[in-house]
Protein backbone atom coordinates (compact mmCIF):
# COMPACT_ATOMS: atom_id res chain seq x y z
CA UNK A 1 0.00 0.00 0.00
CA UNK A 2 1.85 3.44 -1.31
CA UNK A 3 0.11 5.16 1.15
CA UNK A 4 -1.87 4.66 4.39
CA UNK A 5 -5.37 5.91 4.76
CA UNK A 6 -7.50 6.12 8.11
CA UNK A 7 -9.62 3.16 8.86
CA UNK A 8 -12.62 4.33 9.61
CA UNK A 9 -15.16 1.65 11.03
CA UNK A 10 -18.14 0.87 8.71
CA UNK A 11 -16.54 3.37 6.35
CA UNK A 12 -18.27 6.72 7.84
CA UNK A 13 -17.77 9.86 6.32
CA UNK A 14 -15.33 8.15 3.52
CA UNK A 15 -16.64 9.30 0.40
CA UNK A 16 -16.50 6.28 -1.69
CA UNK A 17 -17.67 7.96 -5.10
CA UNK A 18 -19.26 10.08 -6.96
CA UNK A 19 -23.00 9.88 -7.68
CA UNK A 20 -25.30 11.96 -10.17
CA UNK A 21 -28.18 10.70 -8.53
CA UNK A 22 -29.10 11.63 -4.42
CA UNK A 23 -27.66 14.15 -2.36
CA UNK A 24 -28.08 13.94 1.09
CA UNK A 25 -28.31 17.22 3.34
CA UNK A 26 -27.60 16.37 6.96
CA UNK A 27 -27.18 19.96 7.58
CA UNK A 28 -30.66 21.08 6.20
CA UNK A 29 -31.99 17.58 6.45
CA UNK A 30 -32.87 17.58 3.02
CA UNK A 31 -33.30 14.55 -0.17
CA UNK A 32 -32.78 15.96 -3.76
CA UNK A 33 -33.06 13.37 -6.42
CA UNK A 34 -31.48 14.91 -9.50
CA UNK A 35 -31.40 17.82 -7.94
CA UNK A 36 -35.28 17.79 -7.00
CA UNK A 37 -36.01 17.78 -3.34
CA UNK A 38 -38.01 15.14 -2.06
CA UNK A 39 -40.83 17.39 -0.45
CA UNK A 40 -41.53 18.21 -3.86
CA UNK A 41 -41.40 15.19 -5.89
CA UNK A 42 -44.09 14.20 -3.19
CA UNK A 43 -46.22 17.09 -3.78
CA UNK A 44 -45.94 16.71 -7.72
CA UNK A 45 -45.90 13.84 -8.98
CA UNK A 46 -46.32 9.34 -8.35
CA UNK A 47 -43.44 6.99 -7.76
CA UNK A 48 -43.72 6.13 -11.66
CA UNK A 49 -42.42 9.51 -12.31
CA UNK A 50 -40.15 9.51 -9.91
CA UNK A 51 -38.51 6.17 -10.72
CA UNK A 52 -38.40 7.19 -14.39
CA UNK A 53 -36.17 10.24 -12.75
CA UNK A 54 -33.83 7.83 -10.69
CA UNK A 55 -33.36 6.10 -14.19
CA UNK A 56 -32.95 8.70 -16.43
CA UNK A 57 -32.40 12.19 -14.48
CA UNK A 58 -35.17 13.86 -15.79
CA UNK A 59 -38.78 13.74 -15.21
CA UNK A 60 -41.31 11.96 -18.07
CA UNK A 61 -43.99 13.59 -19.54
CA UNK A 62 -47.24 13.92 -17.43
CA UNK A 63 -49.22 10.80 -17.15
CA UNK A 64 -46.40 8.42 -17.64
CA UNK A 65 -46.83 4.84 -16.54
CA UNK A 66 -44.06 2.29 -15.80
CA UNK A 67 -43.64 -0.39 -18.65
CA UNK A 68 -46.81 -2.78 -17.52
CA UNK A 69 -44.64 -5.93 -18.27
CA UNK A 70 -44.50 -9.44 -19.53
CA UNK A 71 -47.60 -11.08 -17.65
CA UNK A 72 -46.09 -14.22 -19.07
CA UNK A 73 -42.75 -14.20 -17.57
CA UNK A 74 -44.25 -13.02 -13.97
CA UNK A 75 -46.63 -15.78 -14.48
CA UNK A 76 -43.46 -18.51 -14.87
CA UNK A 77 -42.28 -16.76 -11.95
CA UNK A 78 -45.20 -17.49 -9.86
CA UNK A 79 -44.74 -21.11 -11.07
CA UNK A 80 -40.82 -21.16 -9.41
CA UNK A 81 -41.81 -19.54 -5.90
CA UNK A 82 -45.34 -22.21 -6.11
CA UNK A 83 -42.44 -25.02 -5.66
CA UNK A 84 -40.74 -23.39 -2.99
CA UNK A 85 -41.60 -24.01 0.80
CA UNK A 86 -44.27 -21.37 2.16
CA UNK A 87 -42.53 -20.76 5.44
CA UNK A 88 -39.27 -19.86 3.97
CA UNK A 89 -38.13 -15.98 4.71
CA UNK A 90 -40.30 -13.99 1.91
CA UNK A 91 -36.84 -11.85 1.34
CA UNK A 92 -35.78 -15.35 0.26
CA UNK A 93 -38.76 -15.91 -1.65
CA UNK A 94 -37.95 -12.72 -3.43
CA UNK A 95 -34.71 -13.35 -4.11
CA UNK A 96 -35.50 -16.67 -5.87
CA UNK A 97 -38.75 -14.60 -7.87
CA UNK A 98 -35.75 -11.83 -8.94
CA UNK A 99 -32.67 -14.48 -10.29
CA UNK A 100 -36.21 -17.00 -11.55
CA UNK A 101 -37.15 -13.62 -13.98
CA UNK A 102 -33.21 -12.95 -14.25
CA UNK A 103 -32.59 -16.18 -15.96
CA UNK A 104 -35.42 -16.41 -18.10
CA UNK A 105 -34.46 -13.03 -19.37
CA UNK A 106 -30.60 -14.39 -19.50
CA UNK A 107 -32.53 -17.43 -21.90
CA UNK A 108 -33.56 -14.81 -24.76
CA UNK A 109 -30.40 -14.25 -25.84
CA UNK A 110 -26.67 -11.97 -25.03
CA UNK A 111 -28.45 -9.07 -23.60
CA UNK A 112 -27.60 -5.65 -25.16
CA UNK A 113 -25.08 -3.82 -23.27
CA UNK A 114 -25.55 0.01 -23.68
CA UNK A 115 -26.86 2.49 -21.49
CA UNK A 116 -30.14 2.90 -23.24
CA UNK A 117 -30.92 -1.22 -23.45
CA UNK A 118 -30.08 -2.03 -19.78
CA UNK A 119 -32.27 1.52 -18.67
CA UNK A 120 -35.18 -0.27 -20.66
CA UNK A 121 -34.21 -3.57 -18.67
CA UNK A 122 -34.12 -1.27 -15.56
CA UNK A 123 -37.88 -0.34 -16.29
CA UNK A 124 -39.33 -3.49 -17.02
CA UNK A 125 -37.41 -4.66 -13.87
CA UNK A 126 -38.92 -1.76 -11.53
CA UNK A 127 -42.51 -2.75 -11.41
CA UNK A 128 -41.66 -6.70 -11.90
CA UNK A 129 -40.36 -6.90 -8.74
CA UNK A 130 -43.18 -4.82 -7.07
CA UNK A 131 -45.37 -7.80 -8.63
CA UNK A 132 -43.23 -10.02 -7.08
CA UNK A 133 -43.20 -8.89 -3.54
CA UNK A 134 -47.27 -8.92 -3.98
CA UNK A 135 -47.07 -12.59 -5.41
CA UNK A 136 -44.58 -13.68 -2.68
CA UNK A 137 -47.32 -12.60 0.11
CA UNK A 138 -50.03 -14.32 -2.08
CA UNK A 139 -47.93 -17.79 -1.93
CA UNK A 140 -46.90 -17.49 1.69
CA UNK A 141 -50.41 -16.99 2.83
CA UNK A 142 -51.58 -19.81 0.45
CA UNK A 143 -53.45 -17.96 -2.08
CA UNK A 144 -53.50 -18.31 -5.73
CA UNK A 145 -52.04 -16.81 -8.74
CA UNK A 146 -53.35 -13.24 -9.60
CA UNK A 147 -51.81 -10.62 -12.35
CA UNK A 148 -51.90 -6.72 -12.21
CA UNK A 149 -54.12 -5.31 -14.58
CA UNK A 150 -52.83 -2.98 -17.26
CA UNK A 151 -53.49 0.28 -17.07
CA UNK A 152 -53.62 0.66 -13.93
CA UNK A 153 -51.43 2.67 -11.37
CA UNK A 154 -48.50 0.43 -9.85
CA UNK A 155 -49.22 1.46 -6.06
CA UNK A 156 -52.87 0.21 -6.62
CA UNK A 157 -51.74 -2.78 -8.50
CA UNK A 158 -49.45 -3.67 -5.81
CA UNK A 159 -51.82 -2.98 -3.10
CA UNK A 160 -54.50 -5.42 -4.86
CA UNK A 161 -52.00 -8.35 -5.26
CA UNK A 162 -51.65 -8.14 -1.39
CA UNK A 163 -55.31 -7.67 -0.37
CA UNK A 164 -57.10 -8.84 -3.53
CA UNK A 165 -59.35 -6.17 -3.79
CA UNK A 166 -58.73 -2.89 -4.97
CA UNK A 167 -57.83 0.05 -2.57
CA UNK A 168 -59.36 3.26 -2.37
CA UNK A 169 -57.91 6.27 -4.21
CA UNK A 170 -56.35 7.49 -0.96
CA UNK A 171 -54.78 4.21 -0.17
CA UNK A 172 -53.00 3.85 -3.35
CA UNK A 173 -51.88 7.71 -2.51
CA UNK A 174 -50.61 6.72 0.79
CA UNK A 175 -48.71 3.42 -0.76
CA UNK A 176 -47.25 5.66 -3.45
CA UNK A 177 -45.82 8.36 -1.01
CA UNK A 178 -44.12 5.26 0.75
CA UNK A 179 -42.87 3.80 -2.54
CA UNK A 180 -41.32 7.75 -3.37
CA UNK A 181 -39.69 8.29 0.24
CA UNK A 182 -37.67 4.66 -0.17
CA UNK A 183 -36.59 4.72 -3.92
CA UNK A 184 -33.24 6.33 -3.47
CA UNK A 185 -30.95 6.83 -0.37
CA UNK A 186 -27.23 7.46 -1.42
CA UNK A 187 -24.68 5.19 -0.48
CA UNK A 188 -26.43 2.89 1.60
CA UNK A 189 -25.56 -0.50 2.23
CA UNK A 190 -27.57 -2.07 -0.39
CA UNK A 191 -26.72 0.44 -2.99
CA UNK A 192 -23.01 0.29 -1.92
CA UNK A 193 -23.43 -3.41 -2.59
CA UNK A 194 -24.58 -2.83 -5.84
CA UNK A 195 -22.21 -0.64 -6.95
CA UNK A 196 -19.37 -3.56 -6.07
CA UNK A 197 -21.25 -5.83 -8.36
CA UNK A 198 -21.32 -3.14 -11.42
CA UNK A 199 -17.91 -2.29 -10.96
CA UNK A 200 -17.15 -5.99 -11.76
CA UNK A 201 -18.58 -5.92 -14.25
CA UNK A 202 -22.13 -8.21 -13.31
CA UNK A 203 -25.44 -8.17 -14.71
CA UNK A 204 -28.26 -6.26 -13.74
CA UNK A 205 -29.71 -8.82 -12.38
CA UNK A 206 -27.23 -10.09 -10.03
CA UNK A 207 -26.31 -6.36 -9.32
CA UNK A 208 -30.07 -6.18 -7.67
CA UNK A 209 -29.48 -8.92 -5.86
CA UNK A 210 -26.43 -7.80 -3.86
CA UNK A 211 -28.27 -5.25 -3.23
CA UNK A 212 -31.75 -7.34 -1.90
CA UNK A 213 -29.39 -9.54 -0.29
CA UNK A 214 -27.79 -7.30 1.53
CA UNK A 215 -31.19 -5.68 2.35
CA UNK A 216 -32.23 -8.87 4.33
CA UNK A 217 -29.95 -8.37 7.30
CA UNK A 218 -31.53 -6.84 9.98
CA UNK A 219 -28.65 -3.84 10.26
CA UNK A 220 -30.08 -2.36 6.87
CA UNK A 221 -33.93 -3.60 6.62
CA UNK A 222 -36.47 -4.89 8.79
CA UNK A 223 -36.25 -2.20 11.06
CA UNK A 224 -40.03 -1.06 10.17
CA UNK A 225 -40.91 -5.24 11.19
CA UNK A 226 -39.61 -4.45 14.21
CA UNK A 227 -41.39 -1.27 14.98
CA UNK A 228 -44.51 -2.63 14.22
CA UNK A 229 -43.76 -5.86 16.57
CA UNK A 230 -43.06 -3.54 19.31
CA UNK A 231 -46.19 -1.08 18.73
CA UNK A 232 -48.15 -4.70 18.86
CA UNK A 233 -46.39 -5.66 22.25
CA UNK A 234 -47.36 -2.52 23.56
CA UNK A 235 -50.55 -2.49 22.71
CA UNK A 236 -51.34 1.05 21.18
CA UNK A 237 -51.55 2.58 24.24
CA UNK A 238 -50.03 5.91 23.85
CA UNK A 239 -50.17 6.74 28.13
CA UNK A 240 -48.02 3.03 28.89
CA UNK A 241 -44.79 4.50 26.55
CA UNK A 242 -43.10 5.99 28.94
CA UNK A 243 -43.10 2.86 31.22
CA UNK A 244 -42.94 0.37 28.70
CA UNK A 245 -39.62 2.01 26.98
CA UNK A 246 -37.73 2.82 30.88
CA UNK A 247 -38.61 -1.13 30.98
CA UNK A 248 -36.88 -1.49 27.07
CA UNK A 249 -34.18 0.27 27.70
CA UNK A 250 -33.63 -1.34 31.37
CA UNK A 251 -32.40 -4.67 29.06
CA UNK A 252 -28.08 -4.54 28.34
CA UNK A 253 -27.80 -3.14 24.55
CA UNK A 254 -31.51 -2.13 24.23
CA UNK A 255 -31.68 -0.18 20.20
CA UNK A 256 -35.12 0.74 19.82
CA UNK A 257 -35.87 0.38 16.49
CA UNK A 258 -36.94 3.43 13.78
CA UNK A 259 -34.54 5.94 15.39
CA UNK A 260 -30.89 6.75 14.65
CA UNK A 261 -29.39 7.26 10.95
CA UNK A 262 -25.78 7.08 9.99
CA UNK A 263 -26.27 10.00 8.23
CA UNK A 264 -28.85 12.04 9.89
CA UNK A 265 -26.74 12.08 13.03
CA UNK A 266 -25.65 15.73 14.13
CA UNK A 267 -27.31 17.54 16.66
CA UNK A 268 -29.61 19.32 14.58
CA UNK A 269 -30.01 16.75 11.37
CA UNK A 270 -33.64 14.77 11.56
CA UNK A 271 -34.53 12.27 8.92
CA UNK A 272 -36.43 14.51 6.18
CA UNK A 273 -39.21 11.64 5.01
CA UNK A 274 -40.50 11.63 8.37
CA UNK A 275 -41.84 15.28 8.03
CA UNK A 276 -43.30 13.96 4.69
CA UNK A 277 -44.90 11.14 5.63
CA UNK A 278 -46.39 11.57 9.24
CA UNK A 279 -49.25 13.75 8.15
CA UNK A 280 -50.33 10.57 5.76
CA UNK A 281 -50.16 8.25 8.71
CA UNK A 282 -52.44 10.50 10.46
CA UNK A 283 -54.90 11.07 7.77
CA UNK A 284 -55.27 7.49 6.98
CA UNK A 285 -55.04 6.36 10.65
CA UNK A 286 -58.17 8.68 10.83
CA UNK A 287 -60.20 7.40 7.64
CA UNK A 288 -59.66 4.11 9.13
CA UNK A 289 -60.84 5.46 12.69
CA UNK A 290 -57.72 4.10 14.68
CA UNK A 291 -55.81 6.20 15.74
CA UNK A 292 -53.50 4.27 18.33
CA UNK A 293 -50.88 3.89 16.08
CA UNK A 294 -50.04 7.39 14.90
CA UNK A 295 -50.58 8.54 19.30
CA UNK A 296 -48.33 5.96 20.18
CA UNK A 297 -45.54 6.11 17.62
CA UNK A 298 -46.07 10.27 18.57
CA UNK A 299 -45.38 9.21 22.05
CA UNK A 300 -42.39 7.42 21.52
CA UNK A 301 -41.11 10.69 19.81
CA UNK A 302 -41.56 12.40 22.61
CA UNK A 303 -39.88 10.21 24.95
CA UNK A 304 -36.88 9.60 22.53
CA UNK A 305 -36.37 13.41 21.84
CA UNK A 306 -36.15 13.84 26.02
CA UNK A 307 -33.51 10.77 26.32
CA UNK A 308 -31.76 12.30 23.40
CA UNK A 309 -31.91 15.97 24.92
CA UNK A 310 -28.64 16.02 27.29
CA UNK A 311 -26.61 14.25 23.89
CA UNK A 312 -27.87 16.64 21.46
CA UNK A 313 -26.77 19.88 24.41
CA UNK A 314 -23.42 18.40 24.53
CA UNK A 315 -23.18 18.54 20.77
CA UNK A 316 -23.07 14.42 20.62
CA UNK A 317 -24.83 12.61 17.84
CA UNK A 318 -28.24 12.77 17.50
CA UNK A 319 -30.77 9.62 17.26
CA UNK A 320 -33.70 11.34 15.43
CA UNK A 321 -36.98 9.22 14.35
CA UNK A 322 -36.24 7.65 10.75
CA UNK A 323 -38.47 6.89 8.00
CA UNK A 324 -39.07 3.26 9.15
CA UNK A 325 -40.76 4.44 12.42
CA UNK A 326 -43.35 5.84 10.02
CA UNK A 327 -43.85 3.27 7.69
CA UNK A 328 -44.40 0.42 10.03
CA UNK A 329 -47.93 1.75 11.32
CA UNK A 330 -48.88 2.91 7.57
CA UNK A 331 -48.31 -0.78 5.93
CA UNK A 332 -50.08 -1.91 8.97
CA UNK A 333 -53.10 -0.24 8.40
CA UNK A 334 -53.04 -0.66 4.37
CA UNK A 335 -53.24 -4.41 5.60
CA UNK A 336 -49.04 -5.63 4.52
CA UNK A 337 -48.56 -8.52 6.51
CA UNK A 338 -45.35 -7.49 8.58
CA UNK A 339 -42.79 -10.48 7.21
CA UNK A 340 -43.73 -8.76 3.89
CA UNK A 341 -42.32 -4.90 5.32
CA UNK A 342 -38.57 -5.36 4.17
CA UNK A 343 -39.36 -7.10 0.65
CA UNK A 344 -41.98 -3.77 -0.21
CA UNK A 345 -38.92 -1.97 0.80
CA UNK A 346 -36.56 -3.81 -1.68
CA UNK A 347 -39.16 -3.09 -4.49
CA UNK A 348 -39.57 0.40 -3.51
CA UNK A 349 -35.32 0.97 -3.85
CA UNK A 350 -35.28 -1.51 -6.68
CA UNK A 351 -35.25 1.95 -9.24
CA UNK A 352 -32.33 2.93 -6.76
CA UNK A 353 -30.39 0.12 -7.28
CA UNK A 354 -30.47 0.12 -10.69
CA UNK A 355 -29.67 3.74 -11.16
CA UNK A 356 -26.69 2.84 -9.17
CA UNK A 357 -25.90 0.21 -11.66
CA UNK A 358 -25.95 2.10 -14.63
CA UNK A 359 -24.17 5.06 -12.94
CA UNK A 360 -21.30 2.99 -12.46
CA UNK A 361 -21.54 0.60 -15.41
CA UNK A 362 -21.81 3.22 -18.06
CA UNK A 363 -22.27 6.70 -16.77
CA UNK A 364 -18.85 7.07 -14.88
CA UNK A 365 -17.28 4.31 -15.92
CA UNK A 366 -16.06 3.48 -13.08
CA UNK A 367 -13.26 0.83 -11.85
CA UNK A 368 -13.23 -1.72 -10.07
CA UNK A 369 -13.85 -1.13 -6.52
CA UNK A 370 -11.52 -2.94 -4.82
CA UNK A 371 -10.00 -1.20 -1.46
CA UNK A 372 -7.28 -2.75 1.10
CA UNK A 373 -7.07 -4.14 4.76
CA UNK A 374 -5.32 -3.12 7.97
CA UNK A 375 -3.62 -6.40 8.68
CA UNK A 376 -3.99 -7.07 12.55
CA UNK A 377 -3.12 -10.92 12.47
CA UNK A 378 -0.11 -12.19 13.51
CA UNK A 379 3.20 -11.06 12.88
CA UNK A 380 5.46 -13.70 9.80
CA UNK A 381 5.97 -16.98 11.77
CA UNK A 382 8.14 -20.28 10.41
CA UNK A 383 6.20 -22.82 9.36
CA UNK A 384 5.72 -26.26 12.07
CA UNK A 385 3.33 -28.90 11.08
CA UNK A 386 1.95 -30.76 13.83
CA UNK A 387 2.96 -34.01 14.84
CA UNK A 388 -0.39 -35.73 14.25
CA UNK A 389 -0.31 -33.83 10.47
CA UNK A 390 3.31 -35.62 9.43
CA UNK A 391 5.15 -34.51 6.67
CA UNK A 392 3.83 -35.33 3.29
CA UNK A 393 4.31 -39.00 1.44
CA UNK A 394 7.86 -39.02 -0.45
CA UNK A 395 9.34 -35.87 1.98
Given at each position: MSE???????LRDVIAGQTHICKLDEQQSQVFIYGYSLEELVERHDYEAVAHLT???ELPPAGYRLPDGDVDS???VWETLAREPR???PMGLLRTAISSYGNRVDAQGPAELTLEAERRAALELVPQVGYMVGLVARHVEGRGWLAPER???YAENILTLFRGERPDEFEARCMDIALILYTEHEFNAGSFGVRVAASAHSDIYSSVLAGECILRGPRHGCANEEVMKILLDQGGRPEGVRAYLDSFFAQPGARLPGFGHAVYNLPHSRD????????????????KGDMRWYETILALEEYMAERMKPRVERGQPNAPANMDLWTAPLYYLLGIPIPLYTPLFAAS???GWAAHYLEVRYVNNEQLLRPRADYVGPPGRPYSPSPAYGAPAGV
Open positions: RVEHRPGLHGLRQRAHGRGPRVSILRPWVKELSRRRVA
